[in-house]
């Protein structure tokens, strides 16, 4: 489930927004974009896959408690999935 959108990582550039097919995002302007519903993801990961700058977590279960942005980035987990599907910085690697 989508878990954080990390402001200081967030270049606005609203992929993920687009990318998501159960409309989870909504953008804003001037901000980074806002988990508007969170119960319709799907964990699909495209959002996380698309992101740029590894702004985005999803985690195959939900979390109830707050995350711990740093053991996550020290972790390697943000943007792993992109990296394990061979995707680099938000677009298909070429072949």
Same mark, same amino acid.
């Given at each position: 489930m989508i878990e954080l959108?990390? $402001?200081d990582r967030c270049v606005r550039c609203d992929l993920c927004v687009g990318a998501c097919p159960n409309d989870?995002? $909504?953008a804003v302007a001037d901000r980074p974009p806002v988990i508007a519903r969170k119960a319709d993801c799907h964990?699909?990961?495209l959002c996380e896959a698309y992101c740029p700058v590894d702004a985005l977590y999803v985690a195959p279960i939900n979390h109830s408690e707050?995350? !711990?942005i740093d053991r996550l980035a020290a972790g390697g987990l943000l943007g792993s999935y992109?990296? !394990?599907i061979g995707w680099e910085k938000g677009r298909p690697a070429k072949s």
């Open positions: 959108v990390m $402001e989870v995002f $909504e964990i699909c990961y707050p995350l !711990d992109a990296r !394990d």
